[in-house]
Structure formats: structure tokens, C-alpha cells
């Protein structure tokens, strides 16, 4: 099992940045590709952005490109969703996702393990 825990949300203005953490303990060797994926009210869950485990390869949604950036550190266990230039729109729930193939994905069902969420709102 894989424990996942996100950090860093909070209520910010439009334009402004946050940087979310996902620290991960357990069996962490059986991670391999990260995701955030985020839940707005009233919306369904959605993907945000993922990255492979040489750290490299990296996917995002369409509405984050050139504002969001994730990256991570294996010896650390953790992963980072540095959000720029934050919009009203982009508040939601973050949640952070951990899957046990090396896949990029934006299906939730590739992922195995999940964190608890943390909430960003960003007012106009």
C-alpha cells in the first residue's frame, strides 16, 4: 500500500501561485507514474497532470498548459504541482495519485492510490 498526502492549498487571489506537495510513504517503490487530478463543486473529478517516474515525461490538461508544472524526486518520495497565474476556475479540490505502471494517463482508473485532496480558491 501506498499513503498519500497533499499539502500546500489555500485561498489566493486570481494570478496569483500555489505550490502543491504529495508526499508518499509506504510501499513507494511500486509507484511510478504521479498524477493531479482536481474536483470543482457540483463537477466531476478531473485530470490535471501527470508525470512518468524518470521525471521527465509529463502530460497536462489543455486548461493548465504553460501555467501548471509538475515535477518529483523519488529519493523524496514526493511530488510537486506548481500552479502559476491561478484563475477562479481552477478552484477545486487537488488530488494527488499514484499509479503502479508507467503509463501517462488521464484516466482515474489507472491510478491506484490516492490521497485525501487539498482544496485551492482562487477569488477574482
Known amino acids: 500500500q501506498v499513503q498519500l498526502v497533499e499539502s500546500g492549498g489555500g485561498l489566493v487571489q486570481a494570478g496569483d501561485s500555489l505550490r502543491l506537495s504529495c508526499s508518499a510513504s509506504?510501499?513507494?517503490?511500486?509507484?511510478?507514474?504521479m498524477g493531479w487530478f482536481r474536483q470543482a463543486p457540483g463537477k466531476e473529478r478531473e485530470f490535471v497532470a501527470a508525470?512518468?517516474?524518470?521525471?521527465?515525461?509529463?502530460d497536462y490538461t489543455d486548461s493548465v498548459k504553460g501555467r501548471f508544472t509538475i515535477s518529483r524526486d523519488n529519493a523524496k518520495n514526493t511530488v510537486w504541482l506548481q500552479t502559476n497565474r491561478l484563475k477562479p476556475e481552477d478552484t477545486a479540490v487537488y488530488y494527488c495519485?499514484?499509479?503502479?505502471?508507467?503509463?501517462?494517463?488521464?484516466?482515474?482508473?489507472?491510478?491506484?492510490?490516492w490521497g485525501q485532496g487539498t482544496q485551492i480558491t482562487v477569488s477574482s
Open positions: 495519485a499514484a499509479g503502479t505502471t508507467d503509463l501517462l494517463s488521464q484516466w482515474e482508473w489507472r491510478y491506484d492510490f
Open positions: 508525470i512518468r517516474r524518470n521525471g521527465f515525461n509529463t
Open positions: 509506504g510501499r513507494t517503490s511500486s509507484m511510478f507514474t
